[in-house]
């Protein structure tokens, strides 16, 4: 069977390259990729790649371009698109969105639409201070029905000790748990 997966990228563009090798290897495995990117993907060149080259990495592997709008994601849930909505990675702050309910952006819309009809979304964090500012956002999403989280840890202890990194291999795994409704285990190593 044949899965659905809309996969949303955020800025922590240090991670995209991780993150876009995890999508190739599901597009090669079966899974039906739907691309969303927020606004900082889609607009802005960094010291890891231009936006446009990001685009048409996500294009050619997932054999469509992302959604960027938010007129784009609103159908998601009404139109019930996708069994699984991935996002990774997931910044300090599209996860204080998230938290406090804002939808005003792509991926936070797009997980607003899916959360709508009760389907799963699956957070991969990606943030500096996740065991700093972005720890109640954390645990506010841990306790809400239909929020799972990829496995993380601490990328660099010792010169950024309250950062966190979620291990993007295994978002396939988390992503299919998430559709039996399971929690994959352990959240935190």
């Given amino acids: 069977m044949s899965l659905t997966a809309g996969f949303a990228l ?6 995209i390259d ?14 039906n990729l739907i691309p969303i990117v927020s606004e900082q993907v889609s607009a802005q060149d960094t010291r890891f790649g231009t936006a446009q080259d ?3 990495q996500i294009t050619h592997i997932c054999g469509r ?3 960027c709008t938010l007129q784009e994601v ?8 996708m069994d699984v909505l991935i996002i990774a990675p997931c910044t300090g702050t599209t996860l204080a969105r998230l938290a406090n309910g804002l939808s005003d952006t792509p991926v936070t819309l797009a997980a607003k639409s899916q959360l709508r009809v009760e389907r799963p979304v699956v957070v991969a964090v990606s943030s500096n201070d996740a065991l700093a500012g972005s ?6 999403l841990l306790n809400r029905k239909n929020y799972y989280f990829v496995s993380m840890r601490q990328d660099a202890p010792h010169t950024k000790p309250r950062s966190l990194v979620a291990v993007m291999e295994n978002i396939p795994e988390t992503a299919k748990a998430a559709v039996e409704g399971k929690q994959a285990q352990p959240i935190f190593l």
Avoid: H, Y
Wanted: glycine share 10%; net charge positive; charged share 20%.
């Fill in 65 to 67: 371009k992302p959604m």
């Fill in 10 to 15: 955020c800025g922590s563009f240090c991670t």
């Fill in 74 to 81: 609103e159908p998601i849930g009404p139109k019930a698109m």
């Fill in 54 to 56: 990001t685009l048409d």
């Fill in 135 to 140: 720890a109640p956002n954390i645990a506010a």
């Fill in 18 to 31: 991780r993150v876009l090798g995890v999508m190739e290897r599901m597009a090669k495995d079966g899974w």
